[in-house]
C-alpha cells in the first residue's frame, strides 16, 4: 500500500525557515517523481516544487529561489527546504508522487499525480 506522511510544518514568523519531510513506502521511490503542493483556504492546490528521479527540478515562480526541493532515495525520503517564508506561504503542504521516465522534467499539475499525502500545515505570521 503506497503511503506518504508528511512532516516539519509549523508556525514561523516572516523570514523564517522551515524543512518539510515526506516519507515515502510501498513504492519503488527512486524510479517516481516527486513533487510538493500547497493549498490555502479558498484556494486551488498548486505546484511549487518537483524532482524528477535524474534530479531535474522544476520550482513555481513564487517559490523559486526561496525553496529547494530534494531527494534521498536511500531513505525514500522527500525534502523540501523553505527559507525567507512570507505570510503567503500560508497553506496546508503535500507531498505526491507519480511514475516517471529518467530526464523527464517533472510536471507539476496535481492532476499528474497519483499519490498523495495528508499534508502538513505551515503558518508564516508577519
Known amino acids: 500500500r503506497v503511503q506518504l506522511v508528511e512532516s516539519g510544518g509549523g508556525s514561523v514568523q516572516a523570514g523564517g525557515s522551515l524543512r518539510l519531510s515526506c516519507v515515502a513506502s510501498?513504492?519503488?521511490?527512486?524510479?517516481?517523481?516527486m513533487g510538493w503542493f500547497r493549498q490555502a483556504p479558498g484556494k486551488e492546490r498548486e505546484g511549487i516544487a518537483a524532482?524528477?528521479?535524474?534530479?531535474?527540478?522544476r520550482y513555481a515562480d513564487s517559490v523559486r529561489g526561496r525553496f529547494a526541493i530534494s531527494r534521498d532515495n536511500a531513505k525514500n525520503t522527500l525534502f523540501l527546504q523553505m527559507n525567507s517564508l512570507k505570510p503567503e506561504d500560508t497553506a496546508m503542504y503535500y507531498c505526491?508522487?507519480?511514475?516517471?521516465?529518467?530526464?523527464?522534467?517533472?510536471?507539476?499539475?496535481?492532476?499528474?499525480?497519483?499519490?498523495w499525502g495528508q499534508g502538513t500545515q505551515v503558518t508564516v505570521s508577519s
Open positions: 510501498g513504492f519503488t521511490f527512486s524510479t517516481y517523481c
Open positions: 505526491a508522487a507519480r511514475g516517471c521516465s529518467f530526464g523527464w522534467m517533472p510536471p507539476t499539475l496535481p492532476a499528474d499525480y497519483n499519490y
Open positions: 524532482i524528477n528521479i535524474g534530479r531535474p527540478t
